[in-house]
């Protein structure tokens, strides 16, 4: 069979192991979490009102592009290292759009769908190399695309050729470009990913015609630089699945990832200098200068220098650092709409990125991207600390915790649903919360 046919069939039969439910109900505890706030305007946000004042409608497609839209809204959602990307914030919206349309619901059915949309995430990130990121694409948007539209298939039962045509038309849809980071438009992208994969699959089970072969071959050579792996896309799926192995990543701050290794050395050389028995104040006084090396294009998506506001900080390493040292935390409120914290700015502008061209480069693998932070003080004395991505990695996050702080006091009854969800009626109450509050 061909490729596309392959997938196809991989999406429509394969079986997800039942380890998967777990962290799948994890993933949707933690988009639930992340997308609450915004929801309850319970942190300033300006471009949800636009988007629910341009898209009206209650139609699956426009609740699917609001959802999206706040999921992503604080970029404290999940991540997955073989899609480069946020799949939760693009799945799980076309599925509980869709999903709210169903009289009938399967729990169990809804995450083995949700499962299938992460390993077609994941497989499309290593079937297009880090080369797709590289070239300026959002993967998020652009194979976020692809994988909603699989995880409405499997959800929605379609047959192998109606998935078919299904990912052709994604395919077709599928952009996003990250020259819109620092900015309403990033997570404009999720939304517009699950309002295509709604579109598409609704345009395939109606019976629309197009292309149903080539079209997800020709998306992963442009795509790639034509330096597409396509063999990845089929190879050994779901051995482990990838819902469990890499796994989705849960956030603790609601910044970009690519500041996270950086701003938790931060908090080691600050408890450090705490444990000696000095005061955070007298380091902060004594800093002169700070550098941060990582590997080369370690700084790809934390890329922003000089932040102009709260949303564009999200993105700088420098603001990050500074952010970590003065306050032991990153706090959401100088992450937010509006002006950036001048005391973390004035800090800020002491550290210098200092790539580290003896590592491999960050293209190459990911997973070995570490940040290693040095403070030099003006009494002469220099403090440094290395962390890596895995260390990171390997620090639980209580997925439960993040829900926790976002409950608000009318909502109760609601989240002792999503703390559960251990059936339909636990799923049916989030989907017509979250319904509501679009």
């Known amino acids: 069979m061909s490729l596309t046919a ?33 929801l309850t305007r319970q942190v300033a946000d300006s471009g949800l009102p636009v988007l629910q004042a341009v898209y009206q409608e209650r139609s699956p497609s426009a609740l699917a592009l609001r959802l999206g ?28 759009a869709w999903a709210g349309e169903v009289a009938e619901l399967s729990l169990p059915h809804f995450f083995d769908a949700y499962a299938i949309g992460v390993e077609v995430a994941g497989r499309l990130g290593l079937a297009v190399t880090q080369k797709h990121y590289t070239l300026g694409y959002h993967n998020t948007a652009s194979l976020g695309t692809l994988a909603a539209t699989a995880a409405l298939a499997r ?19 599928a952009s996003g470009l990250r020259a819109q980071f620092g900015s309403a438009v990033k997570p404009l992208h999720a939304g517009l990913a699950a309002e295509r994969a709604v579109r598409a699959t609704q345009l ?10 080539g079209v997800l071959e020709a998306f992963l050579q442009i795509g790639s630089g034509s330096e597409a792996l396509p063999e990845k896309l089929l190879h050994a ?24 290794s950086a701003a938790e050395a931060c908090r080691e050389i600050r408890r450090r200098w705490q444990a000696s028995g000095r005061a ?17 294009g370690g700084d790809i998506a934390a890329s922003v220098r000089v932040p102009k506001n709260g949303i564009e900080a999200r993105f700088s390493l420098e ?13 959401m409120a100088d992450f937010a709409e509006g002006d950036v914290n001048a005391e973390i700015m004035s800090l800020a502008e002491k550290v210098v990125r200092i790539p580290d061209d003896s590592a491999p480069s960050d293209a190459i693998n990911p997973a070995l991207r570490f940040h290693e932070v040095t403070l030099y003080l003006s009494h002469g004395e220099t403090l440094r600390q290395r962390r890596t991505r895995q260390q990171s990695l390997a620090t639980p996050i209580n997925v439960l915790a993040k829900l926790e702080a976002a409950r608000t006091p009318d909502h109760a009854s609601l989240f002792a649903h999503v703390a559960r969800l251990e059936n339909e009626g636990d799923l049916r109450q989030l989907i017509l919360a979250l319904n509501a509050a679009l």
């Not at 997938?7 to 979490?33: H, M, N, T, Y």
């Not at 799926?237 to 996270?260: D, M, N, V, Y």
């Not at 650092?321 to 706090?331: E, S, V």
């Open 319 to 331: 603001y990050a650092i500074a952010g970590m040292l003065i306050y032991n935390d990153l706090r």
């Open 237 to 260: 799926w779901g051995q482990p699945w990838r819902i469990i192995s890499p796994g989705l990543e849960f956030k603790p701050f609601a910044t970009c990832a690519g500041t996270h």
């Open 204 to 213: 395939a089970l109606a019976g629309f015609d197009g292309k149903a072969e």
């Open 155 to 173: 959800f929605t039962g379609a047959t192998a050729e109606q998935t078919a045509m299904a990912l052709g038309i994604a395919a077709t849809q």
């Open 6 to 38: 392959s997938l196809s069939q991989l999406i429509v039969s394969s079986q997800p192991d039942p380890a998967v439910q777990e962290k799948a109900r994890q993933g949707l505890q933690d988009f639930f979490a992340v997308s609450w706030p915004v």
């Open 280 to 296: 955070a104040a007298d380091l902060l006084q004594s800093i002169e200068r700070i550098t941060v090396a990582f590997p080369p």
């Open 69 to 96: 839209y706040a999921g992503h809204a604080l970029d404290y959602d999940d991540f997955h290292a073989d899609f480069r990307g946020h799949p939760g914030v693009v799945i799980l919206p076309a599925l509980l």
